[in-house]
């Protein structure tokens, strides 16, 4: 059974904090993404990652930094956590090649106060 | 600029009735075209999907028509049951970069009634 596992299921913090969200799957697989989703605006894209070391900026990365220093584990950062980020934030990984499923974790919501 | 537009945002159906929901995207270079179901407190999973090449896929009660002269695609529920109650996206995306990564549309919060 597949599975993409998120840190924490709720988060708060405060405004300035470094935040690390991170994001565990078991699939082997070679891409991971980090996405926002808000009531509205639907998913969307902060960051991917296509290999270990490697990344790229989604639609949204300002204020976020991402780090993949092993296959199964890709870690979302906040530099400094401000109230606009306060959102649920979801994890997916996806096998190498063409179009397939992207699985996604239970996501994590985070509150900055 | 919004690549994928959904349509309606929420939508009360009668159980038994048909659930639609429709999608326009601009890009000409989209390729591939899922649908993901997410209930409350859990994270989206992939109900369906269809690649241009066909004008129609169903699986059970569910089936994606597709219009790619006119840069459309819904999601059709036959006999909508109380448990399909969820959101629905809908996404889109191109070969031969960035890995495949979607665009998604903004969602469609689907009420059945009993």
């Known amino acids: 059974d597949v599975k993409v596992t998120q840190s924490s299921r709720y988060l708060v913090k405060r405004t300035g904090e470094k935040v690390f969200l991170e994001c565990v799957q078991d699939m082997d697989h070679e891409n991971m993404f980090w996405y926002r989703q808000d009531p509205g605006l639907g998913l969307r894209l902060i960051y991917f990652s296509y290999d270990v070391k490697m990344k790229e900026k989604g639609d949204i990365p300002e204020g976020y930094s991402v780090s993949r220093e092993k296959k199964e584990r890709f870690s979302l950062i906040l530099e400094s956590a401000s109230t606009n980020q306060t959102s649920m934030y979801l994890c997916?990984?996806?096998?190498?090649?063409?179009?397939?499923?992207?699985?996604f974790g239970p996501g994590t919501r985070l509150t900055v106060t | 600029q919004q690549q994928v537009k959904q349509s309606p945002q929420s939508l009360i159906v009668q159980k038994g009735g048909i659930s639609i929901i429709n999608c326009a995207y601009e890009n000409t270079a989209f390729d591939y075209f899922p649908w993901y179901q997410q209930f409350p407190g859990k994270g989206p999973a992939l109900l369906i999907a269809?690649?241009?090449?066909?004008s129609e896929k169903k699986e059970g009660r569910f089936t994606i028509s597709f219009n790619k002269s006119a840069k459309q695609f819904s999601l059709h529920i036959m006999d909508s049951q109380p448990g399909d109650s969820a959101t629905y996206f809908c996404a889109a995306s191109k070969s031969g970069g960035s890995n495949y990564k979607l665009t998604f549309g903004k969602g469609t919060l689907l009420t059945v009634n009993p």
């Open positions: 997916a990984s996806k096998g190498a090649g063409g179009p397939k499923e992207q699985y």
């Open positions: 269809i690649r241009p090449d066909v």
